[in-house]
């Protein structure tokens, strides 16, 4: 089979690396997808697992790939409902994924692959708690957690490489995205999983932490479809990939019940004490992005709901 284009994707075990490699497989890249202890591909060769925390690896990954594009989707995360962790373990293994394998990548291509395109994943957390309604790429970055902190300075670190070393290094500041392959821990799946354990008798009650907290959701395969045409444009930028939109938790609880034939009030228990860290209010806005790439949702917030209670019950 022949190959029009090759690309590597840095996280490819999760939700965004398991769409993004499917996405671009329909489009007909030769794919090297990385994950911890592992490597997918679509071309036959070795599948080495490849440590990106080591530098001669990752080195040695891109000088004999040449990938023209690099998706770099690896992330560290710690949900505002798991335990807490240890302050320092917490911020050595968010600095060493965020930024420090980031930066093999990086250096990897300014030395061994100058026309290679890398994007990065960063968050919506990179603004903390703003004063603005709604964030774009001129919003101050002012984190307050270890997350939007080394996703920050991972941001900062794509400028640097493409401001100074000329690298099309280019930023997707993504907020909350959902599919049916979100890992359990999110609050989205914990919502639409408990529904239907209640509905199907095997759990009494959902226990969330706040009910009012506002997410900006959005529908996964149009980001990765975003990102895709992000590292495809003329220019290498920092780009919000967002819905635009707020709905509470609730708003989310309510419609998964009422799909599913639920009295929500009955199914659902508030509990502030499973909280572990602060939760914030944040809604993007992807104007620039469709203004320059075209892009734009394809599903809304109801469509999303949908999407995941389907594909959860098929």
Not at 93 to 119: C, D, G, I, P, Y
Not at 174 to 184: I, T
Not at 216 to 235: C, F, Q, T
Request: with cysteine; proline share 3%.
């Amino acid at each position: 089979m022949s190959f029009q284009k090759k690309a590597a994707i840095i996280g490819c075990d999760g939700q965004d690396g398991r769409l993004l490699y499917d996405l671009l497989s329909r489009k007909g890249y030769a794919l090297l997808g990385i994950a911890r202890g592992r490597t997918r591909s679509n071309m036959s060769h070795r599948k080495r697992p490849i440590d990106i925390s080591k530098a001669r690896s990752v080195f040695d990954l891109v000088r004999r790939f040449q990938p023209h594009e690099i998706y770099y989707l690896a992330a560290f995360h710690h949900s505002a409902q798991d335990s807490p962790m240890d302050l320092l373990k917490l911020f050595q293994k968010s600095q060493e994924v965020h930024v420090l394998s980031l930066v093999n990548f990086l250096e990897a291509v300014r030395r061994f692959s100058k026309t290679t395109r890398l994007f990065y994943a960063a968050s919506s957390h990179v603004f903390g708690s703003p004063k603005a309604p709604v964030q774009d790429e001129t919003t101050p970055l002012a984190p307050n957690n270890v997350y939007g902190i080394t996703k920050a300075a991972g941001l900062m670190t794509c400028r640097h490489y493409r401001d100074q070393h000329g690298l099309f290094a280019s930023v997707g500041i993504l907020y909350n995205h959902e599919s049916s392959l979100r890992d359990p821990g999110f609050v989205s799946q914990k919502i639409v999983q408990g529904a239907i354990n209640i509905r199907k008798g095997r759990q009494d009650r959902l226990v969330l932490g706040n009910l009012a907290a506002e997410v900006d959701w959005g529908y996964a395969p149009d980001y990765v479809e975003a990102m895709h045409r992000i590292l495809n444009h003329s220019k290498a930028d920092d780009f919000v990939i967002s819905s635009g939109e707020k709905h509470t938790v609730r708003d989310f609880v309510k419609r998964v019940c009422a799909r599913l034939g639920l009295d929500w009030r009955s199914c659902v228990r508030e509990n502030r004490g499973v909280l572990t860290k602060q939760t914030m209010s944040l809604v993007g806005s992807s104007q620039k992005l469709m203004r320059l790439t075209g892009w734009k949702p394809s599903v809304d917030f109801e469509g999303l709901v949908e999407s995941m209670l389907k594909d959860a019950r098929s």
